[in-house]
T-cell receptor, first 113, second 115 residues
Framework: EPEVTQTPSHQVTQMGQEVILRCVPISNHLYFYWYRQILGQKVEFLVSFYNNEISEKSEIFDDQFSVERPDGSNFTLKIRSTKLEDSAMYFC???????????FGAGTRLSVL | AQKITQTQPGMFVQEKEAVTLDCTYDTSDPSYGLFWYKQPSSGEMIFLIYQGSYDQQNATEGRYSLNFQKARKSANLVISASQLGDSAMYFCALFRDNYGQNFVFGPGTRLSVLP
């Protein structure tokens, strides 16, 4: 059973629409992360979330993005008004243990048309 | 600023042979972690191995070992006895050992294992 489950696996949306990407960890992880990987490029950090608040965010994570943990288990990334350049694979990761190992979900491929 | 360099965009290795994937890093933090992840064509990111900056011995996990040279700031991944299923992208990542810090990923190396 994977440490992290992401849904949906693939999301197709029209430019300007809102999307919500979901992440569910398997156990009581405290740290959550979202990363983005544009096709063929390296993985980029978006935001980290700890104790129900953002602990760090990158310059990519602008006002169009938001994260929340609405019910104590799901962890969501919302893109308010999608742009073509938001097309990418979005990974959720959670961290546990003293070694700071981050376990990644299988990703959500977002395609903005 | 933290930075990870992987100078090999692509590598080929014969099945059953060993291969080394290079990774150099740049950080001024005294405490940090180095990670390797595998990304097969299906897209998921699979954790392979971890090395802490204060670890005295090089990390090993099955067929994976990490050649950690702290003074040179390198953390090369060695895969022994390559298998066809090892064909994938491999990313080196640096983690600063502070609360709320994130990973900085390298650009990756695409490994192709030949039969």
């Amino acid at each position: 059973e994977p440490e992290v489950t992401q849904t949906p696996s693939h999301q197709v949306t029209q430019m300007g629409q809102e999307v919500i990407l979901r992440c569910v960890p398997i156990s009581n992880h405290l740290y959550f992360y979202w990363y983005r990987q544009i096709l063929g490029q390296k993985v980029e950090f978006l935001v980290s979330f700890y104790n129900n608040e953002i602990s760090e965010k990158s310059e990519i994570f602008d006002d169009q993005f938001s994260v929340e943990r609405p019910d104590g288990s799901n962890f969501t990334l919302k893109i308010r008004s999608t742009k073509l350049e938001d097309s990418a694979m979005y990974f959720c990761a959670t961290q546990r243990g003293a070694k700071n190992i981050q376990y990644f979900g299988a990703g959500t491929r977002l395609s903005v048309l | 600023a933290q930075k990870i360099t992987q100078t090999q965009p692509g590598m080929f290795v014969q099945e059953k042979e060993a291969v080394t994937l290079d990774c150099t890093y740049d950080t001024s933090d005294p405490s940090y972690g180095l990670f390797w992840y595998k990304q097969p064509s299906s897209g998921e990111m699979i954790f392979l191995i971890y090395q802490g900056s204060y670890d005295q011995q090089n990390a090993t996990e099955g067929r994976y070992s990490l050649n950690f040279q702290k003074a040179r700031k390198s953390a090369n991944l060695v895969i022994s006895a390559s298998q066809l299923g090892d064909s994938a992208m491999y990313f080196c990542a640096l983690f600063r050992d502070n609360y709320g810090q994130n990973f900085v990923f390298g650009p990756g190396t695409r490994l192709s294992v030949l039969p």
